[in-house]
């Protein structure tokens, strides 16, 4: 896995401190992005929370998820959530260090007593001595919320800062941008009461090495609740690795309902799934890979926003309209940008392989942030975008009609185009079929044919003046 080291500042560690007023939870940040560009420690929020022991909990869960590593439990260096701020809410992001599962704790403005939020994105330290204080966190006494530096660190910001130096996986950025991919597929199938919430999560399996089980499980609908099911059933949910929700053990105890969005099932093909537990004023969602082994990292549902040209230039049009909302109306960004609807999704796609917008299932709708990481990281990174730029740089594509030849190494592919999908007949394809993008030889074709349709088009202009 291909690592990356980024240094992150703070103006000191975040802490849980007692005070005349209650108790003081003060969550220091590292530079992010805000509508006033780029800074060293922006500040997000400063209030009350109306569910204080739930919101620690639901931080604490995404942490977790942060350290953990459910198909190899070998401890890691801790990475630091992702906050942003959205004007009516915060919302706190990790993802597990294999790659598998992304939590997203969301605060709404019921969950902050009704305050505002700054606007921006930045990293947020949760530390050892932290996590462990939220632990023993006991009643709901008053407490308040900081989101970035105090007064006091404000003024001493010019001193001594306390630095990070964080292993950062590649396929960390690319996991926050096929999980937006993916997600935004999703309906709700299920949706369950408090208790039975309790009693289905409580019933699953718990794995005493640390280790999520390995295999493709399915749960149906039925009646009040959820059963286990052999088959993919139509209606049915994949839960492959049930061990992995094992952090939303965290907040049932404020859980008012669980809801469980996923694909229609398809072939008995294995697919992602959404958990959300929802809580007062709040909601914390774990979206699972359809597999323990498979990070969403590889599943390459970015790759043919990545490749064109088209979804370059509209996302950089579209980019420009973005102001930091908590959800994104794609119907108005096509009549202020001109772009059709179909254009801008494609456009929304792109960003996210920069962390510039994520997805959120209860809404149904896109969201703005800005990962505070190299935006051309995983573009540049992705293996099978490289390797297709590779084949085309070489001449390797030939088209003829429908159908193109690619030549990679000792071997010549045929690449042909059925529905609008392009299909090959490389070992890739044969045990995929598609379902996690497409392979290096089809993403070659797609550029090779769009540069050809791109410079037919200028011919036919300019034979036209």
Known sequence: MTRSTQALAYARPSAL???????????????????????????????????????ARGLLAVADVAAARYLDPTPRPLLDPVVTGNGDRLRFESFSGCCGVYARLDVLRDGLDGAETGHGTTNVDVNNPLREALSRMTGD????????????????????????????????????????????GFDLRAELSAAEAVRFLRSLPRSSSGRASRGVGWVIPSGKTLRPTTRPV??????????????????LRGATALRVYGPAVTDGVAASAAWEVVLPGMRLTLTLSPDTARGFSGEGGVLEALATDEAAQDAELVSVLLAWEPQ?????????????VQRV????????TAGRVGYD???AAYFHRELPYDAGRAERHNPRLV???????????????????????PQVYRVRETGGELRCTCVWWSEHQGRRGPCKHALAVRVVRRGAGAEQSAATVGGTR
């Not at 994104?328 to 059709?340: E, N, P």
């Open 361 to 363: 299932v209860a809404d």
């Open 345 to 352: 999704r494609a456009a929304l796609v792109r960003l996210g």
């Open 17 to 55: 401190e007692s005070g005349a007023d209650g108790r003081l939870l003060g969550l220091e940040t590292s530079g992010g992005l805000t509508p006033a560009g780029a800074e060293a420690h922006p500040t997000f929020f400063s209030g009350f929370l109306t569910s204080p022991q739930t919101a």
């Open 328 to 340: 994104i109306d794609t119907a108005v960004l096509a009549a202020r940008s001109g772009l059709s």
């Open 234 to 251: 139509p209606g049915a949910v994949c839960l492959p690795g049930p061990e992995r929700l094992a952090a939303l053990q965290r907040v």
């Open 387 to 409: 390797d297709a730029r590779g084949l085309v740089a070489a001449g390797a594509v030939t088209l003829d009609g429908e159908s193109a030849s690619v030549v990679s190494g």
């Open 141 to 184: 006494s008053p407490l308040h919320l900081r989101v970035g530096p105090g007064e006091l660190a404000v003024t001493t910001l010019g001193g001594s800062v306390v630095e990070k130096k964080v292993p950062l996986p590649e396929r960390w950025l690319r996991g926050f941008a096929e999980a937006q991919v993916a997600t935004a």
